[in-house]
């Protein structure tokens, strides 16, 4: 994580609870909670999706005001049953499913509304969740807008980025047959389904790399290194192409078309100018449909919320919504 960090967000606190949330079809999902117990709620919706949440996400909060929740979502972090096992039966894992369980732990924790933090993955599931469960929400806030609209997609992961990062193109490239690279989501999800390890633990990792590399204006080899772990990277690589394979299980432009359900919730989305993984296009996008929304273009980042503006950018926003 960047050592600059220290200087921009809250110190390392531990959970003072941690539990598993029952959810259905068999999931046991890891949930934390930290900070001040009578507090202020938010939950943390991390990205992915298939990444998992990390001790630093508590630190975009102050301790003294919030009551701080982070969920492992389905498949992946510490939540069971987990998508890096061989033989991973995702079926029972859609945006559906996740607002499910995210509304589940609400009620289950007594909170009447929470502050609904995402970005990228997160992003689309907290705008998700929002639009479907209005009433829950307080505020949100946002980085890293991505809808999983077809031309998104295509960007990232079917050669658009690979105009400004071809030699990093040709290793995502290279696990996949010539004549199936016309259509490499679905080249990639054929090898990531198959059980055998020595099938899918390469492309996962090649598929985890890709995006790993591409998260941050200077390329992070700790983060690189983390990602491509191959338990963590199957599970990310998996979970990711499941939901993208099926556009999300949303109707195109659907959440971008549905703010009108949580126009009047307050809100701050912030974008990284030369973010390669899920371009400002879509958060512009977002943020002309949505004008009521605080929108910040931070001008020397990319995608990552460890990036030093984005992260600054961040803790402003819940410092701002903490008083209300």
Same mark, same amino acid.
């Given at each position: 994580?960047?050592?600059?960090?220290?200087?921009?967000?809250?110190?390392?606190?531990?959970?003072?609870?941690?539990? %598993?949330?029952?959810?259905?079809?068999?999931?046991?999902?890891?949930?934390?909670?930290?900070?001040?117990?009578?507090?202020?709620?938010?939950?943390?919706?991390?990205?992915?999706?298939?990444?998992?949440?990390?001790?630093?996400? +508590? +630190?975009?909060?102050?301790?003294?005001?919030?009551?701080?929740?982070?969920?492992?979502?389905?498949?992946?972090?510490?939540?069971?049953?987990?998508?890096?096992?061989?033989?991973?039966?995702?079926?029972?894992?859609?945006?559906?499913?996740?607002?499910?369980?995210?509304?589940?732990?609400?009620?289950?924790?007594?909170?009447?509304?929470?502050?609904?933090?995402?970005?990228?993955?997160?992003?689309?599931?907290?705008?998700?969740?929002?639009?479907?469960?209005?009433?829950?929400?307080?505020?949100?806030?946002? +980085?890293?807008?991505?809808?999983?609209?077809?031309?998104?997609?295509?960007?990232?992961?079917?050669?658009?980025?690979?105009?400004?990062?071809?030699?990093?193109? %040709?290793?995502?490239?290279?696990?996949?047959?010539?004549?199936?690279?016309?259509?490499?989501?679905?080249?990639?999800? +054929?090898?990531?389904?198959?059980?055998?390890?020595?099938?899918?633990?390469?492309?996962?990792?090649?598929?985890?790399?890709?995006?790993?590399?591409?998260?941050?204006?200077?390329?992070?080899?700790?983060?690189?290194?983390?990602?491509? %772990?191959?338990?963590?990277?199957?599970?990310?690589?998996?979970?990711?192409?499941?939901?993208?394979?099926?556009?999300?299980?949303?109707?195109?432009?659907?959440?971008?078309?549905?703010? &009108?359900?949580?126009?009047?919730?307050?809100?701050?989305?912030?974008?990284?100018?030369?973010?390669?993984? =899920?371009?400002?296009?879509?958060?512009? &996008?977002?943020?002309?449909?949505?004008?009521?929304?605080?929108?910040?273009?931070?001008?020397?980042?990319?995608?990552?919320?460890?990036?030093?503006?984005?992260?600054?950018?961040?803790?402003?926003? =819940?410092?701002?919504?903490?008083?209300?």
């Amino acid at each position: 994580m960047n050592e600059h960090l220290d200087d921009i967000l809250y110190p390392p606190i531990e959970p003072y609870e941690t539990g %598993e949330l029952i959810a259905g079809e068999g999931n046991r999902l890891y949930f934390e909670q930290s900070g001040n117990p009578d507090g202020k709620p938010v939950v943390f919706l991390h990205g992915g999706p298939g990444a998992g949440t990390s001790p630093w996400h +508590r +630190r975009f909060f102050n301790p003294e005001v919030y009551r701080i929740v982070l969920l492992d979502q389905r498949g992946c972090g510490r939540s069971t049953p987990h998508a890096g096992e061989p033989d991973a039966d995702l079926r029972h894992n859609t945006t559906w499913h996740l607002v499910a369980d995210v509304e589940l732990l609400r009620k289950n924790l007594g909170i009447d509304k929470w502050q609904v933090f995402g970005g990228s993955w997160g992003s689309a599931l907290a705008l998700a969740y929002a639009q479907a469960h209005p009433a829950a929400v307080s505020e949100l806030v946002l +980085r890293g807008i991505f809808t999983l609209r077809r031309h998104e997609l295509e960007w990232f992961y079917e050669g658009g980025a690979s105009a400004m990062l071809p030699d990093l193109w %040709e290793e995502f490239l290279a696990p996949i047959p010539v004549l199936e690279r016309a259509r490499l989501i679905e080249a990639y999800h +054929r090898r990531l389904s198959d059980p055998d390890p020595e099938v899918h633990t390469p492309v996962a990792i090649a598929w985890s790399r890709w995006e790993a590399s591409s998260l941050t204006l200077l390329r992070d080899p700790e983060l690189i290194e983390a990602m491509t %772990e191959p338990r963590a990277a199957v599970a990310f690589a998996r979970i990711e192409n499941h939901y993208f394979l099926n556009g999300g299980w949303f109707d195109e432009g659907q959440l971008i078309a549905g703010v &009108d359900a949580i126009r009047h919730i307050p809100a701050v989305i912030v974008q990284g100018r030369y973010d390669t993984c =899920t371009p400002p296009m879509t958060a512009w &996008d977002l943020h002309r449909a949505w004008p009521e929304a605080e929108f910040t273009m931070v001008p020397d980042a990319s995608h990552a919320a460890s990036e030093p503006g984005i992260a600054a950018a961040l803790r402003a926003a =819940t410092d701002r919504f903490a008083a209300s």
